[in-house]
Every structure is written in C-alpha cells, then in structure tokens.
C-alpha cells in the first residue's frame, strides 16, 4: 500500500529533496546541486538516491510535490519566451509608461525594469469597452488576424492579451483567443482577464505579459517533469506548491505559471508554522536562509501574511518599483540576496560588501572545488569552523578548506585583513543586511520584532540565527527538525488552496446586496472548482471572503476579512453592518482611527478556498533522555570570545527531548549546522524543535 510522499525544492544553489511516511513520521532527506542547465536532471538524480537510501520503492509512492525558482530566475535574468503583446490603441505602451513613478528620486540614472515585451512586439486593435464594459467598438476579426500574423513572422511563440477594462467584461479578449486558436491552434496565449481581473491596467497587463514571456518553458518544463517521473513509475499527476501557500493540481498550475513564482518561499513559510504550533508559538519570524537569497516572514497566529500583489526582478532588491508589478496572491515575505554563495568584494569605497551576486551551484564557493575562486558565505563560515567539512550536505560533497583560506586572504590582502578576520567580518555582514531587511519588513506592519520567535530555516538558517536573532532583539529561537530542507518539507504538510479575485464598485451602505452575493457566489463556484480535482486527498474546502476596500476618495486599498456568506437580503441591515464593521476593524488595527463620515467603497472582491490534506500526519514524539555526548570538538570562532573556542559538535539524530546545554556548541544535521553562541541555551523539545533562549 501507497505510504510515501516525496516533495521537491529547486533553489538557486541545491535541489532538496525528501520523503515523508504519513503513518509512520518517518523523515528521509537528501540535498543535490541544482543542474541549472536541465533542472530535471537533479530532481531525477535525487529522488533517485533518496529512494534507494530509504529503501522505498515507487510503487509505495503516493503523492508528488514540487516548488521551484526556474519561472522567476527566468524573469529575472530574461530567459523567457519571446513574447508578443495585443493590446487597445492607445495602450501598449503602459508597459513602459508605468505609474510614472521614481522609486529613487535622487538617482539621475535610474533605470525601470525593462519591459519584458519590447515595442516592436507589442500591436494594438481598435476594439474597446467602457468602464462599465459596455461594448465601445467591436472586435475586428480580420484586424485581429493581420496583427497575430504579424507577431509570428516576428518569430513570437507566445502572445499576452490585455484589452481595456477587461475585468468589467472578457468577452473581446476570448474573441480574440478564438480567432488565434482558429490561426495557430499550438500558439500558447495568454489572457489578461484569466491571470489578473482587477482594475489597474499597468498591473494588470505586466501580470499578463509575465505570465506569457514563461508559460511556454513552464509547459515544457512540467510536461517533461511528468515523463520523467512516469518513468520512474512514480505518480504523475505532480502537485504544485503556488504562490500562496497552497497546492494546486499541475493542470491547474500549467495554465497561470505566473502563480508559481513564489513557490519555494511560500513552502518554507507554511513549514515554519507548521512546527510552530507543536510548541505553540503561533507569532514567528519565519527566517529561511539557503545558497543564493534569505527570505523573512511574519507569522500570526500560526498563519503566515498574505499579499495580493508582488515585484518581481527588481533591479535594486531593497527599492519597491524598481521591479515587475505582478498580481498574483503571495506569501508576503521579504527577499535579499544573502546566502550560502553571497560573493564578498572590495567596494568602490574600499569597504567589504556580500552579495547580492552569487556563486551559485556552478562553479558554487571556491570550497566546493568546481571552478570558483572568489570568497563566499559558506567559506567564511567553513574557516570560523560553523561547517564539518567531512559532513557537508550530510556528507555528499567534500569540501576544501584551504581553497575557502586562499580565496578569503586574497581578499584579506585588497583590505588589509587576515583571512579570519575576513570570515567573521563576512558572517556578521550577511546577518547584519537580513536583520536590517527584518526591520523594514516588520516595522512596515508596525510590529515589534521583540513581541515575535525567530524560526530558523534552509542550510544557511540555523548558522546565522544566533546572531540575527540578537541584531533585531529577538531572545527565542526555534529551530525545527530537518531545517536544512523545510521548504521540501513543508510542501508534504501545505493544504490545497486556491484564490480568485474579481472587480465591482460596491458600496455596503447603499448598493444592492443580491448583485455582491451573484459576484461572490461566482466566485465560490470558480475557487470550488479549481479545488475539485484534488477532492479524493483534500478536504474539506472552507471558503473565505475578502474585499480590498477604502474610504471613497483614497488612493489606496486594504484587503480585510469579510464575515461569512451568503449575504442574505432578509438580514439586509445586520449584513451591511457586518460589512462596514470588518473594514472598519481592519483599517483601525492599520491606521490607528477611521475618519468620520465616509462612505466606503468595495473595489475588488476576493475569495479564497483552502483543503487540508485528508490523511493526517503522525508524528511520534521523541523519546526522553537528558544526557548525550558531544560527537566530536573542534575550535569554533565566536565574537564574544572574540578568537576561536574549543567548541562540542552534537549529532542531532541522537538528541532526545529533555536535552539541555549551555552553548558555545553547535548541532549538526545532514542538512544544516546550527550555532549556538555563548549566550545560548538550548532545549530539545519532544515535536523534534530545538529551542535556544538567548541570555542577557
């Protein structure tokens, strides 16, 4: 009988893969590097190891889970499709045009995202609805089909479609799709209307665009996934891990890649809330640190932050319009470049800076062997002793220490530094631009990052918690079983999710309840099907409403909780009273006070379904047992010694609930090393989280 699952994370460095027996709780994992050439080949590779080593066969296998970066690296470094655009005249150029904003008003070079559709591929049809999406002037058929003609001698193998205002009404923009399939039936295309059908047209049509300039690599890249499984004898039918946090079924997920983006991020977030609970923290900074970027996320209320929109290839991380606006719901989590192959240089200023530039997985750090030759993170962190050459990546790669010390003295000679003194500066560096990023993220949401636990993920989290967690005055760290591959984790524990969004000008205190109850209703239908595939694993859907709302005459929106349908016009008043309360309610928490006596106004409507898995996990507590012995000792560097110490080494397969130590020590894993500073004590729990309170 079917027991296993296996979940897959490609990330920019390692591909994670691991195997979990809902019945038993049984943990296999397994790190390989990310072949960026054919990412499949990885994933083959180590499914194929993990299953060998856990002694699984494909027939035990019943479910498939996968995130990845391939679709955002593709936006980022323009590997995409080429990609045409059909737009209303008058409008193709909103992709350029922009909201005409500066995101750094005092840089005289400043540089928009470029448009991934330049202007020789964008067209425009005379067709065009109002406001209302009243029919203005009618689709022109032979219009449309000298315009696609032109796009494909131009050598297009995609094509966006964003007409105006077609969230009020798509009927011009599948006409459109009609006439493409009847010309070039294999032509992929993409509809503004299916991917984004809310107002904002700049967003609206650089969500389309995206979603078209990847849809082609994601149809080859998945359909490729599948045979190459099928050939294994494993499941097909992959699920996919969205944007959002939620699973998707791979059909689902082929025909808006764009909600992919995400995806490993969002994984990792729902594992870090996941451990959590077991020990009841439900407040979280969820901080994943792997080989090319950190990430951090709060978590409340044991669920992670949503936002309903994203930037993605931002040409300055820290600066919000630098990028690509993209309508798709998202974990909110804030991005740096700071990871395991974080290169450190020698600035114009003469000052040492880490990252965001990479080494990646090829050549990757100079200790790995492969070609690199510039200091990174992980041989900064090799040389202070935090990594076990001997059992890095549990022991599948062997790592070169004095390829690490040649390539940090070079850089210590450009400033004049030992190379220890290089490494330390690199670590306290990297922790010192993510607690900064962690900051900004949490004082935006007006939270104090005091009031939260910092949950430590990825290969690179647990090195650097310790003295992340006390830049930002954090004094709890948790640190969850199998860290170094949380987010192939946490893809085997997600629930299935779907959203859809709609929108419609609605005021609660005036306008006719039935006419909201018709858009949400289609919308509960849409999300109910979406769903429907994966019924016989997940269930059941609980539907929930949102509205992105404001006072009449703001700029700006705020998406809060809606009370539960159906809107009911026999509870006329008490409903409208429930609309006006949930707003008001969300902006106070926002704002502080509403302001008095104005109306509001619901711009877009939004709902979201989510299944939990049928089968329920079983997870065995760990046995008791105060005393364990240190595997081995070795020197350790730690500033508050300020020099190296003579630092125990702890298994942690071989901790049991009810350990306890003093630090300075470290626990290693096959995944990931966690450092515990002088300051430390850590706690082993008996849900397999280590806890390190962090002393005056």
Same mark, same amino acid.
């Not at 005409?100 to 448009?115: N, S, V």
């Given at each position: 009988? +079917?027991?296993?699952? $296996?979940?897959? %994370?490609?990330?920019?460095?390692?591909? @994670?893969?691991?195997?979990?027996?809902?019945?038993?709780?049984?943990?296999?994992?397994?790190?390989?590097?990310?072949?960026?050439?054919?990412?499949?080949?990885?994933?083959?590779?180590? =499914?194929?190891?993990?299953?060998?080593?856990?002694?699984?066969?494909?027939?035990?296998?019943?479910?498939?889970?996968? !995130?990845?970066?391939?679709?955002?690296? !593709?936006? *980022?470094?323009?590997?995409?499709?080429?990609?045409?655009? *059909?737009?209303?005249?008058?409008?193709?150029? /909103?992709?350029? $045009?922009?909201?005409?904003?500066?995101? @750094?008003?005092? %840089?005289?070079? =400043?540089?928009?995202?470029?448009?991934? &559709?330049?202007?020789?591929?964008?067209?425009?049809?005379? +067709?065009?609805?109002? +406001?209302?999406?009243?029919?203005? !002037?009618? &689709?022109?058929?032979?219009e449309v089909r000298r315009v696609v003609e032109q796009l494909v001698a131009d050598g297009v193998d995609s094509i966006a479609v964003c007409l105006l205002h077609s969230y009020a009404n798509v009927a011009h923009e599948q006409q459109v799709q009609a006439v493409i399939a009847d010309l070039y039936p294999n032509l992929s295309v993409t509809l503004s209307s299916d991917v984004a059908p809310v107002i904002r047209e700049f967003e609206r049509m650089s969500t389309a665009s995206a979603n078209a300039y990847i849809k082609p690599l994601a149809m080859g890249y998945l359909d490729t996934l599948r045979r190459r499984l099928m050939e294994l004898g494993l499941p097909k039918d992959v699920l996919m891990m969205l944007s959002n946090g939620g699973l998707s079924h791979i059909a689902e997920a082929k025909k808006t890649p764009i909600d992919l983006l995400e995806s490993g991020p969002a994984a990792g977030a729902i594992s870090a809330a996941h451990h959590s609970v077991r020990d009841d923290h439900t407040n979280l900074l969820a901080f994943d640190m792997g080989g090319t970027t950190a990430k951090l996320c709060l978590v409340e209320k044991s669920r992670p932050a949503i936002s309903y929109t994203f930037e993605a290839a931002r040409q300055k991380r820290f600066a919000e319009?630098?990028?690509?606006?993209?309508? =798709?719901?998202?974990? %909110?989590? =804030?991005?740096?470049? !700071?990871?395991?192959?974080? /290169?450190?240089?020698? @600035?114009?200023?003469?000052?040492?800076?880490?990252?965001?530039?990479?080494?990646?997985?090829?050549?990757?750090? +100079?200790?790995?062997?492969?070609?690199?030759i510039e200091p990174t993170v992980t041989d900064a962190n090799l040389v202070l002793g935090y990594l076990n050459p001997e059992y890095f990546a549990g022991g599948a790669m062997k790592i070169d220490v004095s390829r690490a010390k040649s390539a940090l003295a070079d850089l210590g000679e450009q400033l004049r530094c030992e190379a220890q003194e290089v490494a330390w500066g690199i670590h306290d560096v990297v922790a010192e631009n993510m607690a900064s990023a962690a900051r900004v993220h949490v004082a935006e949401r007006g939270r104090d990052p005091r009031d939260f636990v910092l949950l430590c993920t990825g290969g690179g989290g647990p090195l650097h918690s310790y003295y992340v967690a006390q830049k930002i005055g954090v004094r709890k760290i948790i640190c969850p079983p199998a860290a170094g591959v949380a987010s192939a984790y946490g893809l085997l524990v997600a629930p299935a999710r779907a959203d859809r969004a709609k929108t419609a000008s609605f005021r609660p205190s005036t306008d006719e309840l039935a006419s909201l109850e018709q858009m949400f209703s289609s919308l509960d239908a849409q999300v109910t099907e979406a769903l429907a595939p994966l019924d016989a694993t997940f269930g059941p859907i609980r539907l929930t409403r949102y509205a992105d709302g404001r006072f009449t005459g703001q700029g700006f929106t705020l998406t809060v909780a809606l009370p539960e349908g159906p809107y009911h016009p026999a509870d006329e008043a008490a409903v409208r009273r429930g609309l006006v309360a949930a707003f008001e309610a969300g902006y106070r928490e926002k704002f502080g006070r509403t302001p008095p006596n104005v109306p509001i106004e619901l711009v877009n409507l939004r709902v979201s379904g989510e299944a939990p898995p049928r089968e329920e996990l079983i997870e065995t507590p760990l046995e008791a047992a105060a005393s364990v012995e240190p595997r081995a000792w070795r020197p350790v560097y730690f500033r508050e010694i300020a020099g190296y110490h003579n630092t125990p080494i702890y298994e942690r397969a071989a901790l049991r609930a009810g350990f306890t130590a003093q630090g300075p020590l470290l626990v290693e894993d096959e995944g990931s090393t966690l450092v515990v500073g002088p300051r430390g004590h850590v706690t082993q729990s008996a849900t397999g989280n280590l806890i390190i309170e962090i002393g005056e």
């Open positions: 009988m +079917a027991k296993w699952a $296996i979940g897959i %994370d490609i990330g920019g460095t390692f591909t @994670d893969v691991v195997a979990l027996n809902y019945q038993s709780g049984a943990l296999r994992t397994l790190k390989v590097l990310t072949t960026h050439g054919d990412p499949t080949d990885g994933v083959m590779n180590g =499914i194929k190891q993990l299953i060998e080593h856990a002694g699984v066969t494909p027939a035990d296998v019943a479910r498939v889970v996968h !995130a990845t970066t391939l679709f955002t690296n !593709a936006l *980022i470094e323009r590997r995409g499709a080429k990609t045409g655009l *059909i737009a209303t005249a008058g409008f193709s150029d /909103i992709v350029q $045009i922009g909201n005409e904003r500066k995101y @750094d008003l005092y %840089d005289l070079g =400043i540089e928009p995202a470029p448009a991934l &559709v330049p202007r020789n591929l964008r067209v425009e049809i005379s +067709a065009r609805m109002d +406001a209302r999406g009243n029919e203005v !002037a009618p &689709v022109d058929a032979q319009g630098s990028g690509l606006p993209i309508r =798709i719901t998202t974990i %909110d989590l =804030i991005e740096i470049g !700071a990871g395991g192959g974080s /290169i450190a240089y020698k @600035d114009a200023l003469g000052l040492m800076k880490v990252g965001p530039q990479s080494a990646g997985s090829e050549p990757g750090p +100079a200790c790995y062997g492969l070609g690199g």
